[in-house]
């Protein structure tokens, strides 16, 4: 009964598939290059998806939606999300990947992200919208680690979405309600597993904010996410999770701790791939002392004197794919927080400041 879901992620891998979506009665879909795709002209039967959530754990009487991982036959392991919608059963499968890409080959800045990740201590936030390669960029991030340098390195992750590799470094990867209850309890946990570099997936709430930054002053790097548009609202967002009593001393903890942002885009190419739009900015100087004071307003007017090497805005990413023909002008326009800026910099007027 699970010979035609297996088969059909199968295909969908070998056709760099991102996700597979099967519905009970319906063709199933995969995402892949951004774009979803039927996969071929048969639809999945009821018995079928019921098979399947039975496989997975889950039962369509007392479950109306249930996470799990599933390792097929040819021994891909997936990440899977069991669900109803109108009656019919659903299941969405991303794929764990093992094959993962090298910093320059995802169009991240290699030479910036390695100074970072060579720190002894201290906070780096990969940041952006749901489905903006965040995962696929902190990946990245730990395999040049664990390919470089001898590091014991913990992860806490919701879920799990690519399997990481041991070379120099030991890896421990953990999912959060497989492994551990909760990114907080699986950070605290992780202080006493000797860990030299923490990954959280996502901070989400106070309780992981404060023990990520205690991680920090305790002498760990700690690397994770947050859903932010822009570099200067991570900061932003950060401190709103701790209660007002309590942010003076989380400023100047951060203001410490923080090494740098990248906040990412992911956007469609010409050629029909995607490509990453970057803003990043390394924590030095005046930024340590307008964290340390509130003032994290006063980022964005930073980063509006111009690009260094150190502080990139999205415009200037943005531009520099449209010049070198990468992404499309309506493309371009659409990931600018200010299409008017966009177009005084293509009319080559000012650098872009508001």
Known sequence: MLEIIEEICKVAVEHGAEDVFLRSDEIPNARIGGQIHELGEKCITHEQMEAFWAHCGANEDSNKERDVSWKSPDQM?????????????????????????????LGLPEERLTSWLTRKNGLILVTGATGCGKSTSLAAC??????????????????????????????????VGV???????????????????????????????????????????????????????TAERLISMFPADERKSALMVLSKQLIGVMCQKLVATQQGGMCVLLEHIQNSGVLRKWIQEGEVGKISEFLEQGTTTENVRFI??????YRQGIITEEVAKGSCEDPAVFERMKLGVGHGSR
């Not at 470089?148 to 999912?175: A, C, F, G, W």
């Open 77 to 105: 392991r997936y990440r899977v999300n069991c669900f109803k919608s109108m009656g019919s059963l659903c299941a969405v499968l991303r794929p764990l990947r093992a094959d993962i890409k090298e910093l320059a080959e």
């Open 142 to 175: 730990l395999s040049w680690v664990s390919k470089n340098l001898s590091k014991h390195i913990i992860t806490v992750e919701d879920p799990i979405e690519y399997l990481l590799k041991s070379d120099r470094s030991m890896i421990s990867q953990r999912q």
């Open 179 to 233: 492994d551990t209850e909760s990114f907080a309890c699986g950070l605290r946990s992780a202080l006493r597993q000797s860990p030299d570099v923490i990954l959280v997936g996502e901070i989400r709430d106070y309780e992981t904010a404060r023990v990520a930054l205690n991680a920090c002053e305790t002498g760990h790097l700690v690397v994770s996410t947050l859903h932010s548009a822009n570099v200067a609202e």
């Open 316 to 321: 200037d990413s943005i531009m520099a794919a």
